[in-house]
């Protein structure tokens, strides 16, 4: 861990708004900013600490044995500690009022909510601190590779556009064969299943993964609420869920860039209880289990003790608008570390058998709650004090929380008692059109109808129907921009452009597939392709690491597709394919340095290399589930490309491949071997590379390049292997990449969604659920930040990055020779970048003489 300097630091709060930080720290990112907790009074002005760390640094607050899924030993956080039991359940004085519209319990002092924390540290357990491009010189070949024989089947076919029936291209499995019997088996896993009572493959890349990661207390984000189990902790010191949303008054930024003005991170504080739903019977042995863990759901149940029934059940789901808690006979308790200024129980009710209540905080923010009772007396809350509200006996139904930012009330009250509990996910493709579609299983209350918050990504392709049905109820997200309610039980997306039309060679939004260029510049690029074909294959896709061995892989594959499509060398590309296919066997035998083994734990395909070392954050975290849509790709394309050019090939690699595919992304429940959409998030619209490490701030993904990499390359496996459906899905994937990475990851000056004092930056860097930060796990180098969002440079990439943004991206960071003064293999990718907008002058940066590929220049 690197050393640490403590740094005293002055920090204003509004004094009418303790939870909204004025004055944001200047300091670079990462940092560590501990906030002082539950002063009461809370002074205008305090002192906090600063730890400032370099981008190496391998630990947060207290995270203690959590990476490895162990019980920590404190589980509590030192900056969450709550107060007394005493001061927490004393009683304080309660004004009843009853008016015409309620009655209205109002508390006669006053208490200063708590504001939160702010986890700015970056934490890198796991994760690529490594730069993930060469950077030593390739050795140069001691001869050159010599054109062979042209087998009969080195016969490449143009791609071309399929049309689809409109079937549901979700709906059947790739295969639901074992994996094939080169991998071992293993049933035990580093990470252990935390409070997991369900059966079969669990998703380890989702939104719920740290309710049994860690301590199981680290937020969930749901967009546009956060909630978190408070295990006892915080100012309310529940032992229920806390409920939190925050505005955008309350973000924090980083330091302006001198260059952009763009800070360079915002974060939302986490740990803001503004509601707790909890039960009497819960105390210091609750146990929090989880079930039906789902791609957009999750069950969880807060047990009196490990072994009780469930006191309080909570169905989670991605964009649900109210949070819900059923209960079954325990009795409600209703806690707040904002604290209650009034509690008022509406004179009328909603719905009949609805019992509704207003809960107005001392941040000046209004909650509902809705109680439907399905069996016995309705719910009746009576105020303790400032933080606690309990029910007056048992309870049978649903509690349902929501925050009103004005204006809502009639949209919750018709949507009320009823609630999500899973999505369907649908689909079809017709020609170049594309649909998918949400359809929310429910239940609650019949005849109501969902309301539902959209991300602005969907509410851009919603179909006629459903956007007729979005209303002017609208929440900030804490990293997508603000969402949008929409009153139906289904939502139809419409791609009605996919990229039907891109195949294995160059291709622009403008010109389509390029595939003609003229003799002069095959005969110069034919000389410098047989150098870079004849380097050692065999050695250079040998190593310890799935990850540079896919990348070696696809580089040559790569090189190999250009020289037989490109230059129309079949010779020399048979040749180069001969020795790329003795390189992939060598990964499809499964012989390997760390051969891949499946693991019936979790349900996966994962490398051996942490059950051999002992380091989770070996080969960045593969073994916990890190990043498999990028190790994956790699190997994915390189297969499709070989079996482009070699048809034959395919049959007996098949069903290596499709492990691969299955287990980034399967579409079936009904393939029992892993859990659906392992990586890309259909909600999100994008992927999530974090695995099983628990974190602050949610799941997060560093290379939008990669994540677009891995739906091209299972694209052209589609196409190359008959699978159509997969094909489709890969297409669909693309179009949608393309819509939602623009709004949250790659930000033209029209951006809109994301704030405008970051989008200068142009992109992300590392984008969590709860904070984007413009920097990358394994440095602050502009062309780092920026290039990881360019690699790997293949046909679709202009689809995603558009010329209007790389013009506005150079513009910004690497024009008037920026660009030159960038050392190491890094200049290359940015001029490969470059002839997106300007060929001629990335061909003369690359044609000049005494270039060194992997040093990116001379």
């Excluded at 006892?232 to 869920?241: C, E, I, N, R, V």
């Excluded at 929409?486 to 595939?515: C, K, R």
């Excluded at 005969?523 to 250079?540: D, F, M, P, T, Y």
Aim: charged share 15%; net charge neutral.
């Amino acid at each position: 861990m690197a050393a640490s300097q403590r740094i005293p630091l002055k920090i204003r709060f509004s004094s009418s708004d303790p939870c909204q930080l004025l004055t944001p720290p200047k300091s670079p990112s990462p940092i560590d900013l501990q906030c002082v907790p539950d002063l009461d009074p809370l002074p205008s002005d305090f002192q906090v600490g600063f730890s400032r760390t370099g981008p190496s640094f391998q630990e947060s607050i207290n995270r203690d044995a959590s990476s490895l899924g162990a019980d920590p030993q404190p589980w509590k956080r030192a900056w969450n500690d709550p107060p007394s039991r005493d001061v927490l359940t004393s009683p304080a004085k309660v004004i009843t009022s009853i008016g015409a519209s309620g009655t209205v319990q109002i508390l006669a002092s006053k208490k200063t909510p708590a504001s939160g924390f702010l986890p700015s540290v970056l934490e890198t357990v796991g994760h690529a601190t490594q730069v993930p491009i060469l950077t030593n010189p390739i050795p140069k070949p001691t001869s050159l590779l010599a054109a062979v024989s042209v087998i009969a089947s080195l016969k490449a076919a143009p791609s071309i556009a399929i049309k689809m029936t409109a079937r549901d291209i979700f709906a059947d499995p790739i295969s639901t064969d074992a994996p094939p019997a080169s991998f071992a088996r293993k049933q035990d896993h580093p990470v252990r299943r935390l409070g997991i009572t369900a059966n079969g493959p669990i998703e380890t890349n989702k939104f719920h993964g740290n309710f049994y990661l860690g301590n199981q207390t680290s937020p969930t984000y749901l967009h546009p609420f956060s909630v978190a189990w408070a295990r006892g902790q915080g100012a309310a010191g529940s032992w229920g869920l806390a409920v939190s949303h925050v505005d955008a008054k309350q973000r924090v930024y980083g330091q302006a860039s001198p260059g952009t003005g763009a800070a360079s991170y915002f974060i939302n504080p986490i740990g803001i209880q503004s509601v707790c739903l909890s039960a009497k019977e819960l105390g210091s042995d609750t146990a929090l289990t989880t079930e039906s863990l789902m791609d957009f759901s999750v069950q969880v149940n807060l047990r009196p003790n490990a072994q009780a029934s469930p006191a309080v059940q909570f169905p989670l789901v991605q964009g649900s608008a109210f949070i819900t808690a059923v209960y079954n006979g325990a009795t409600p308790v209703m806690q707040t570390g904002v604290f209650y200024r009034t509690v008022t129980r509406t004179t009328t009710d909603p719905k009949p058998g609805v019992t509704k209540y207003k809960l107005h905080l001392e941040d000046g923010m209004t909650w509902l709650v809705y109680a439907y009772h399905t069996r016995g007396d309705p719910l009746d809350l009576e105020v303790v004090n400032n933080g606690l509200a309990q029910a007056k006996g048992p309870f049978y139904g649903i509690i349902q929380v929501t925050k009103d930012p004005g204006g809502g009330e009639e949209v919750y009250d018709k949507a009320c008692g009823a609630y999500p509990t899973g999505v369907q996910l649908s689909g079809t493709v017709d020609g170049t059109r594309g649909t998918y579609r949400f359809c929310f299983k429910k239940a609650g209350m019949s005849g109501t109808t969902l309301a539902m918050f959209a991300l602005p990504h969907h509410q851009s392709s919603f179909d006629d129907v459903t956007k007729g049905r979005m209303t002017n109820l609208k929440l900030q997200t804490t990293t997508k921009g603000i969402a949008t309610a929409v009153v139906a039980d289904s939502w139809t997306m419409v791609e009605s452009n996919l990229p039907t039309n891109i195949g294995f060679l160059p291709w622009s939004p403008q010109a389509g597939t390029i595939s003609a260029i003229s003799d002069e510049t095959k005969k110069l690029i034919r000389n410098i392709a047989q150098q870079e074909v004849s380097q050692n294959i065999l050695e250079q896709t040998d190593l310890n690491s799935m990850y540079f061995s896919g990348k070696a892989l696809a580089k040559f594959a790569g090189l190999i597709l250009a020289i037989q499509e490109m230059l129309g060398d079949q010779g020399l590309a048979q040749a180069g394919l001969n020795q790329l296919k003795v390189a992939f066997a060598r990964f499809s035998q499964n012989a390997q340095q760390y051969p891949l083994v499946y693991e019936s734990a979790w349900g996966g395909v994962v490398s051996s290399a942490t059950y051999v070392t002992g380091d989770n954050g070996v080969d960045f975290g593969n073994t916990l589930y890190n990043d498999h849509h990028f190790h994956w790709g790699y190997f994915i394309y390189t297969a499709a490309v070989i079996g482009h050019l070699d048809p034959s090939w395919i049959g007996a690699n098949k069903a290596y491949v499709d492990i691969l595919v299955r287990d980034i992304a399967n579409p079936s429940t009904r393939d029992q071997y892993f859990p659906v959409w392992r990586c890309f998030d259909w909600f999100h619209g994008h992927s999530w590379a974090h695995g099983l490490f628990d974190t602050l701030d949610g799941k997060d993904q560093e290379s939008s390049s990669e994540d677009t990499m891995h739906a091209y390359a299972l694209k052209m496996w589609g196409y190359v292997s008959g699978d159509k459906n997969l094909e489709a899905r890969a297409d669909l994937m693309l179009s949608l990449q393309t819509r939602s990475l623009q709004a949250y990851y790659l930000y033209t000056n029209s951006n809109t969604v994301q704030p405008p004092e970051f989008i200068g930056n142009k992109v992300a860097g590392i984008l969590f659920e709860n904070k984007i930060d413009h920097t990358t796990y394994f440095g602050t180098n502009v062309e780092f930040i920026q290039g990881i969002h360019m690699l790997p440079l293949l046909p679709h990439t202009p689809l995603v990055r558009t010329p209007a943004f790389v013009r506005e991206e150079w513009e910004a960071y690497f024009g008037g020779g920026r660009a030159d003064a960038v050392q190491g293999g890094w200049r290359g990718i940015l001029y490969g970048n470059l002839a997106t907008v300007d060929p001629r002058g990335a061909f003369a940066f690359f044609n000049q003489r005494g270039f060194e590929p992997a040093l990116g220049g001379l």
